[in-house]
């Protein structure tokens, strides 16, 4: 891997912005609004230099690459986006402030196809220590930060595998796979984007039963409409307050799976599993859930399982390490940020919609973020953690904690700078263990310009946590992405055994407990 080490740049403490005093000189075309526009303050906080993220999309395809393809079909897809046509500059004749100009893109600088050497011991590995060494490196800010890996490389999962980079400021994993979807089209109908399934809870869904007409009199009603605003604000308020201690002082419990000062800046570890989301959804269906819950229920047990191992190193027998109960008996506080996107109406889908028409959409980080404490300790009835995460979640849904979160983000910058957003952040974010996304993904199987897609994998790197988790459904599968510091988790493939093992336990749990019938028909379970 020397050849590769050297072919990939070494990643850059901070990102400095191109400065620029004639506009001109940059691009010659007129700038529509969106790219005339300033940076927002998430974007802007993520050139800090202890926190300047990138995400990474692995995407796994049926059929070997034509990277012809990728130089004819980019400039009618990708790059009509102005944020992928565009440089972040600061403008010293407006106060210093970082915005968008239009530029021309030449694609040899964004499409990089590496040498992969005839003999392999492991195509796996190879993929898996080029995504490390790529952890390692940044986008150079004098073009548009983002960057495409074509690698025809057969891997277990895979006949070839691409790799999408683009700097966290462009945009959040719901402008991406909104534009994925805008980009792609369906095998089956090659004229129809994807679909992917409606949302059906919001954060204020739970006024619904209010607006279809509640049974009872009016003065019943406005009660119920009264009690339900209290405990909205109330919970909210006691969100708030949590994210503020978490700020200032209310630190995480010191276990194997807390990464030091200074994470940010080391290279991450970036492993995938594929499960069934069939199973998921089973589950769900005997439990009254959601898929979310269960996503954080089997998270919860996996990382359970994985802290039980990490505390029995060292004991006399390999059984007492993993079947006996070796957590400490203090409890343990294991808290994950996670992400949530609070655009107002726009889903995935609708954003992908209103993309392929051209029509304006929220691009760019729309997205707040939640505190969610896990519950670690080993259960007797699998089941309980999928309903001790949902009882965690439904909860979080009478908050408007994602939504306060992610406006306070323009709050501070407009009193206290930048700099000031990016200590308080970074402190919050360091204070938990790792950060949590499940996204949802395309319904059909789905191909760009005759590449047949096999699976997607997003993750990020450059952020103060020793692992991030991410979970992305592709028609009937979700694949399960860990990002780590290899000094905090130095095997992550064996906590990918532990979440996988647990969804099959709590899989199995539900058959035994009878809460659906052996063998009963996938189809029912949408």
Same mark, same amino acid.
């Given at each position: 891997?020397?050849s590769?080490t050297?072919?990939? #740049?070494?990643?850059?403490?901070s990102?400095?912005p191109?400065?620029?005093?004639?506009?001109?000189?940059?691009?010659?075309?007129?700038?529509t609004?969106?790219? %005339?526009?300033?940076l927002?303050?998430a974007a802007?906080l993520?050139? %800090?230099?202890?926190?300047n993220?990138?995400?990474?999309?692995?995407?796994g395809?049926?059929n070997?690459?034509?990277?012809?393809?990728?130089?004819?079909?980019?400039p %009618?897809s990708l790059?009509?986006?102005? #944020?992928?046509?565009s440089?972040?500059?600061v403008?010293?004749?407006?106060?210093?402030?970082m915005?968008?100009?239009?530029?021309?893109?030449?694609?040899?600088?964004?499409?990089?196809?590496?040498?992969?050497?005839?003999?392999?011991?492991?195509?796996?590995?190879?993929?898996?220590?080029? &995504?490390?060494?790529?952890s390692?490196?940044?986008?150079?800010?004098?073009k548009p930060? $983002?960057?495409?890996?074509?690698?025809n490389l057969?891997?277990?999962?895979?006949?070839a595998?691409?790799?999408?980079?683009?700097h966290?400021?462009?945009g959040?994993?719901?402008?991406l796979?909104?534009?994925?979807l805008a980009?792609?089209? %369906? =095998?089956d109908?090659?004229?129809?984007?994807?679909?992917?399934?409606?949302?059906?809870?919001?954060?204020?869904?739970?006024?619904?039963?209010?607006?279809s007409g509640?049974?009872?009199?009016?003065?019943k009603?406005?009660f119920m409409?009264?009690?339900?605003v209290?405990?909205?604000?109330?919970?909210t308020l006691?969100?708030?307050?949590?994210?503020v201690?978490?700020g200032?002082?209310?630190?995480d419990?010191?276990t194997?799976?807390?990464a *030091?000062?200074?994470?940010e800046?080391? *290279?991450?570890k970036i492993?995938?599993?594929?499960?069934s989301?069939?199973?998921?959804?089973?589950?769900?269906?005997?439990?009254?859930?959601?898929?979310n819950d269960?996503?954080?229920?089997?998270?919860?047990?996996?990382l359970?399982?994985?802290?039980?191992?990490?505390?029995g190193?060292?004991?006399?027998s390999?059984?007492?390490?993993?079947?006996?109960?070796?957590?400490p008996?203090?409890?343990?506080?294991?808290?994950?940020m996670?992400?949530?996107?609070?655009r107002?109406?726009?889903?995935?889908q609708?954003?992908?919609?209103?993309?392929?028409?051209?029509? /304006?959409?929220? $691009?760019g980080n729309?997205?707040g973020?939640?505190i969610? *404490?896990?519950? =670690?300790?080993?259960r007797?009835?699998p089941?309980d953690?999928?309903r001790?995460a949902?009882?965690? =979640?439904?909860?979080k849904r009478?908050?408007?904690?994602?939504? &306060?979160?992610?406006s306070i983000?323009?709050i501070v910058?407009?009193?206290?700078?930048?700099?000031?957003?990016?200590?308080i952040?970074r402190t919050t974010?360091?204070?938990?263990?790792?950060?949590?996304?499940?996204?949802?993904?395309p319904?059909?199987e789905?191909?760009?310009?005759?590449?047949?897609?096999e699976?997607?994998?997003?993750?990020?790197?450059?952020h103060?946590h020793?692992?991030m988790?991410?979970f992305?459904?592709y028609v009937?599968k979700?694949?399960?992405?860990?990002?780590?510091?290899?000094?905090?988790?130095?095997?992550p493939?064996k906590?990918?055994?532990?979440? /996988?093992?647990?969804?099959k336990?709590?899989?199995e749990?539900?058959y035994?407990?009878?809460?659906? /019938?052996?063998?009963?028909?996938?189809?029912?379970?949408?």
């Open positions: 891997m020397e590769l050297k072919a990939l #740049r070494w990643r850059q403490s990102l400095k191109i400065q620029i005093t004639n506009r001109s000189s940059i691009a010659n075309h007129d700038a609004d969106e790219e %005339q526009r300033p927002s303050p802007r993520f050139h %800090q230099p202890n926190f993220i990138y995400i990474i999309a692995i995407i395809f049926k070997p690459i034509n990277p012809r393809v990728a130089y004819e079909k980019l %009618q790059l009509k986006h102005p #944020r992928f046509s440089l972040q500059v403008d010293d004749k407006n106060g210093g402030i915005e968008w100009v239009p530029t021309t893109v030449n694609l040899n600088n964004h499409i990089i196809i590496p040498n992969i050497p005839q003999t392999l011991d492991s195509h796996d590995k190879f993929l898996e220590d080029y &995504v490390y060494n790529l390692k490196t940044s986008i150079d800010s004098s930060m $983002w960057d495409l890996h074509l690698l057969k891997t277990l999962d895979a006949e595998v691409g790799i999408f980079r683009i966290h400021s462009l959040d994993g719901t402008s796979m909104s534009f994925l980009c792609t089209r %369906q =095998i109908n090659p004229d129809l984007v994807p679909t992917i399934p409606k949302k059906k809870d919001s954060n204020l869904g739970w006024f619904s039963s209010l607006r509640h049974e009872g009199p009016w003065w009603r406005c409409a009264v009690c339900m209290f405990w909205l604000v109330w919970n006691v969100d708030v307050g949590y994210i201690a978490t200032l002082f209310l630190k419990t010191e194997p799976m807390k *030091p000062a200074g994470v800046l080391n *290279p991450k492993v995938y599993r594929t499960v989301l069939d199973d998921m959804k089973l589950i769900k269906n005997a439990m009254n859930t959601t898929i269960v996503a954080m229920g089997v998270t919860q047990a996996g359970s399982q994985y802290l039980n191992r990490r505390y190193e060292g004991k006399n390999k059984g007492a390490t993993e079947k006996k109960n070796n957590l008996k203090k409890k343990i506080q294991l808290r994950s996670l992400v949530v996107n609070v107002p109406s726009s889903g995935i609708e954003l992908a919609d209103m993309m392929e028409k051209n029509s /304006e959409a929220k $691009w729309w997205f973020y939640v969610f *404490p896990f519950t =670690i300790g080993i007797d009835n089941l953690y999928v001790e949902k009882a965690t =979640i439904d909860r009478h908050s408007l904690e994602a939504l &306060v979160s992610f983000t323009a910058v407009k009193l206290f700078g930048i700099k000031a957003l990016n200590t952040t974010f360091f204070h938990s263990i790792l950060i949590f996304s499940n996204l949802v993904g319904q059909e789905i191909e760009f310009y005759g590449h047949d897609m699976f997607i994998a997003p993750t990020s790197y450059g103060p020793g692992m988790i991410n992305q459904s009937n979700k694949t399960i992405v860990l990002s780590v510091d290899e000094n905090t988790i130095p095997d493939q906590l990918l055994d532990d979440i /996988e093992a647990s969804l336990l709590i899989k749990a539900v035994s407990k009878g809460l659906v /019938e052996e063998g009963i028909s996938k189809a029912t379970f949408t």
